[in-house]
């Protein structure tokens, strides 16, 4: 029987919170799934039978290969696994192809792979110290950020349920950030490094890591008043950091460089011709600045301001993904997005560079570099809003404040998921599992944090408080209004803007100190 | 309770768990003509709607019901539709029952209660039972369990009541009315037959009465529908068992045919007589002694003692039982958390028949991980948690060596789990031998059969040695 203790680890809370939500995501497997599962499944089909000088060129399907080259070899692995189970997926010109075993097949490699992001979460349990509160175990702050990463709603929705496998790539980001915490440099900057060639998105937290790595380990220390100490630079470091990631890239890249197939890589990594949003607008700046062009244009038509014929007749609303034109606002190129992208990091830049806080800080210019890319980058998917969410977990069980702006953050970020599920049977699904999570966040962090002012003023309650008849409004009442064959995309618009004000407050809050902190600085600097 | 939250958090995974089940495949699924009960369900609905006239489904969808034109009906609609009904009367009647109970538990912390509550809502069998096989046994259940509540904290009129729509929504309530009247018979005793006890069972009578010419109402028009709904309800002619089911004359029936040599009627005595002999001792002790305590292990002993000797017994009958052994999870975890894997293993030739193999091995998974944290139940395996050292203190006077109990009881826990394993791997992997076609769920009938008389003979040690003196010696030590 003492054997039967240790083996089932009696008191140990988190493989219990692991192997649990490891169930839950078994039972997740007969859900809808998107088209992102015959993506997938195209691109085990496309490492299998073809050679590597066809993976870039590779068109039979329209779901083309367009991640960086270790997720292809990521496949490959796993095509020969996937030979077990069903010959037949790996048939290129097998489209659509769906029988139960490759089902089970795509299932289980998403959950298999979610190993990687739970030894990730371990170890950033490790990392952080938040407050001590009580002495129960659900009080801990280990136990409530465990619980905040492994069950978060968002990475179950889109992993298991909508289908990708963005598990195990977060597990590398949170691996490399806990080990920056843990002072272990080269190895946060090499797994960081591999996570760049898994999937390129993370271009958007670029900036924070190279800064921090820059500024606190190639600079061995700092003058007592925390300024740079120039002197203090390391040749000896910086070579080696650049040398793994030449290193890394070189082994990504360097197969295709010898085929001179670059250009055609890169033009399948960043395809531009995709419009400023997606069908359904990601809850970003963009969003608010459609918004704000439609109502004009239609104030402007009231008004007879506008003539009718000389607006454009598609709407950005319909569902396809063309580049569109606005009506009354200047319209937007790649480029204009690209600078407000750049404008919005640079303050937390500066300040990671000139008040270096250690890895917290870190962690915060992180957290607004992926936020501010949210916000203002081109074709923005919505699914993003987890780059600015998980390492924002981290910081939320350490000061109330950051815990209060977690809160709206990641509420109104899972809500806008919502429209990723828009089949019946997952109705209840979705509701279920957003009310846990959002229940057990904020009763926990409030828990945590009760003995310092409340977390939402008046105005915030009120506004997550709307988020209920919103969804009730448009998943209940108004699929049975007249206005559903009309004006189709109210639901998804609504949802889009009423989102993208919460994510834009969330934003304000988490930069306004940030600004103070560094005009603080320059002032006493002067 | 200060801690709602996480009580709302248990509530929360026991929907998601029983919603994510339900999106498998149900019992009868596209197999004609008979399906099964999925189309039981909606066959009742489709006589209920149509013979007279309602308005309420018209709203929905008519092609689900029409009168005949319906047979066989399998739509992705009409699944979410019957699914959604089973997740709300889940919701109104079963699950309010079991966070009360919970809530209501002396002497344990609110941890515990919470953890009780997530174990009890995790329970594999019924959510197989109701989310994928398809059945609404959570009415049932649900006001059992309010009649359960209603007594236990002395609203005993409420707690009749309740019963008494179970007994009437199901008659297989029937297995828990013996326990019901012994303990409120026991009451009434104890109030004083002269004085205020008399008026406790005028007044019980009449509301047992009421509920039941309330129900039974629109059938008592004729003599000869009343004696129609009973012979459907209490079907004897069909014999002493259906199918494969792991009770007493099913096993040995592998050895004797009993089936086919004995007449029918002397099948009926003999079920009856061993089903009474074998519940008679805790009934009469409960009449006598009647303690919260002790009404619900006398639950789980009769509902038991029916399961196994009863006439024509259904494997899903076992959750009966598990109910009673889920309110008695916090008393004795370890004995309970074994008696609930053994009840979903013995409905295992059921589930597979319903391609429900994957949601059983996950929910059963889950549900022990769940006992095995929130009790830490391999660490109450000694005798007094047990609550069996009253009766092996009586041993010991015969045989001063007696010591070794809980450790045989540990062995045999061991053995049993292997075994459930074991068959449970051979079940689906390996097919069985072209002679006994069947050899796998007879195993499994048989296997579970001899678990289940294991636990009978427990859970009767428990309610006859539990006397007050052993509770005085609990003190004292």
């Not at chain 2, 768990?17 to 019992?27: A, D, I």
């Amino acid at each position: 029987m003492a054997a039967l203790t240790i083996a089932t680890g009696t008191g140990n809370w988190f493989s219990a919170l692991a192997l649990g939500v490891t169930l839950l995501k078994c039972l997740l497997i007969p859900t809808y799934h998107s088209t992102d599962f015959e993506v997938h499944r195209n691109w085990l089909a496309i490492t299998h039978s073809l050679p590597i000088s066809q993976w870039y060129y590779e068109a039979t399907s329209e779901w083309t290969l367009d991640y960086p080259p270790f997720f292809a070899w990521f496949e490959y692995i796993l095509s020969h696994v996937a030979k077990y189970f069903d010959q037949e997926m790996l048939n290129v010109h097998n489209l659509n192809y769906s029988s139960s075993r490759t089902l089970l097949f795509q299932r289980f490699s998403v959950i298999f792979m979610d190993v990687l992001f739970v030894y990730a979460v371990r170890e950033c349990c490790k990392c952080i110290d938040g407050k001590k509160v009580g002495k129960e175990l659900t009080e801990k702050p280990k136990f409530i950020l465990s619980v905040l990463l492994l069950w978060n709603f968002g990475l179950l929705i889109a992993d298991h349920i909508h289908f990708q496998y963005n598990g195990f790539l977060f597990g590398l980001m949170l691996l490399s950030i806990a080990r920056l915490f843990q002072k272990r440099h080269m190895e946060g900057a090499f797994l960081f490094a591999v996570l760049l060639h898994f999937k390129h998105i993370y271009l958007y937290v670029t900036p924070a890591y190279g800064v921090y790595l820059l500024r606190s380990y190639c600079f061995t220390a700092n003058k007592p008043d925390g300024s740079i100490r120039w002197k203090s630079f390391s040749f000896v470091r910086v070579i080696s950091l650049g040398l793994v990631v030449f290193l890394v890239s070189a082994l990504s890249l360097g197969p295709f460089l010898a085929l001179n197939q670059l250009p055609q890589v890169f033009s399948r990594l960043f395809p531009f011709k995709r419009g400023l949003c997606h069908a359904y607008w990601a809850p970003n700046f963009w969003a608010l600045y459609n918004a704000l062009d439609k109502v004009l244009s239609v104030i402007g038509l009231k008004l007879k301001f506008l003539d009718p014929n000389n607006i454009p007749k598609a709407s950005m609303t319909s569902g396809l993904v063309q580049q569109f034109q606005h009506t009354v606002l200047p319209s937007v190129t790649p480029l204009a997005t690209l600078i407000c992208t750049l404008i919005a990091i640079l303050p937390s830049i500066f300040c990671l560079w000139f008040k270096p806080q250690g890895p917290r800080g870190f962690l915060r210019c992180l957290t607004l570099c992926a936020l501010s890319s949210f916000m203002f980058g081109w074709h923005v998917h919505e699914k993003a809003i987890l780059l600015a969410i998980l390492p924002m977990s981290l910081l939320s069980v350490g000061k109330a404040g950051d815990a209060s702006i977690f809160l709206i953050l990641t509420t109104t970020g899972h809500y806008s998921l919502f429209p990723l599920l828009f089949t019946a049977p997952e109705l209840p699904i979705k509701i279920l599992l957003m009310l846990l999570f959002t229940i057990y966040s904020i009763s926990s962090l409030k828990t945590l944090f009760r003995k310092e002012k409340p977390l939402f003023n008046w105005m915030e309650t009120f506004y997550l408080l709307g988020l209920g008849p919103l969804e009730v409004c448009c998943e209940f009442v108004f699929p049975f209004t007249s206005w559903k064959v009309k004006y189709p995309f109210i639901p998804l618009l609504l949802t889009s803007v009423y989102c993208a004000v919460g994510i834009t407050y969330a934003w304000f809050k988490l930069y306004v100190p940030v600004l103070i902190d560094s005009a603080i600085g320059k002032t006493k600097k002067q | 309770m200060e801690k709602w939250y996480l009580m709302t958090v248990v509530v929360l995974i026991g929907l998601t768990v029983r919603w994510t089940v339900s999106l498998n495949s149900y019992s009868g699924a596209g197999k004609p003509p008979m399906f099964g009960d999925y189309e039981a369900q909606r066959h009742w609905q489709e006589i209920t709607f149509n013979l007279p006239v309602k308005q309420w489904a018209k709203f929905i969808n008519p092609d689900w019901i029409a009168l005949h034109t319906s047979r066989g009906y399998e739509s992705q609609a009409h699944k979410l539709f019957m699914r959604t009904t089973v997740l709300i009367a889940d919701l109104l009647i079963y699950i309010p029952a079991v966070v009360l109970y919970c809530c209501c538990l002396k002497e344990i912390s609110t941890k515990k209660k919470i953890a009780n509550a997530l174990c009890i809502l995790l329970y594999p069998g019924l959510i197989l039972i109701d989310y994928g096989h398809f059945q609404y046994n959570s009415v049932s259940l649900g006001f059992a369990l309010w009649g359960v509540l209603g007594i236990s904290c002395d609203c005993d009129l409420l707690g009749s009541l309740a019963f008494c729509l179970a007994i009437n929504y199901k008659q297989m309530e029937l297995y828990h009315a013996l326990p019901f009247f012994c303990f409120l018979l026991g009451k009434c005793f104890k109030k004083g037959l002269k004085g205020k006890g008399f008026v406790l069972l005028v007044k019980l009578a009449c509301i047992v009465v009421a509920s039941f010419v309330l129900c039974w109402l629109p059938f008592f028009t004729e003599r000869e529908q009343t004696l129609q709904v009973l012979r459907r309800l209490f079907p004897v002619d069909r014999g002493l068992f259906e199918d494969k089911v792991a009770n007493i004359w099913c096993s040995f029936n592998v050895f004797l045919k009993i089936k086919d040599i004995l007449p029918r009627h002397i099948q009926l005595i003999m079920s009856f007589c061993s089903t009474f002999l074998s519940l008679l001792p805790a009934c009469i002790k409960l009449i006598l002694q009647p303690s919260s305590k002790g009404f619900k292990f006398t639950l789980v002993s009769c509902a038991l003692s029916f399961f196994l000797f009863s006439f024509q017994v259904h494997e899903k009958s076992i959750l009966l039982v598990s109910l009673p052994v889920c309110l008695v999870l916090s008393e004795i975890p370890f004995m309970s958390t074994w008696f609930l894997l053994v009840s979903t293993f013995s409905m295992l030739p059921l589930l597979l028949k319903d391609e429900l193999l994957m949601p059983s091995v996950v929910t059963t998974m889950a549900f022990f991980i769940a006992c095995v944290t929130s009790f830490s139940i391999f660490e109450k395996t000694s005798e007094e948690e047990l609550q069996l050292k009253s009766f092996s203190i009586s041993v010991r006077k015969y045989l001063p060596c007696f010591t070794f109990l809980s450790r045989i009881i540990q062995y045999l826990f061991l053995i049993s789990v292997i075994t459930m394993v074991l068959l449970t791997l051979m079940t689906v992997t390996l097919d069985p031998p072209q002679k006994l076609p069947d050899l796998f769920s007879v195993l499994v009938c048989f296997v579970s059969c001899l678990n289940f008389l294991f636990f009978l003979v427990y859970f009767n040690i428990i309610i006859m040695w539990d006397s007050k003196s052993g509770r005085n010696q609990k003190k004292i030590s």
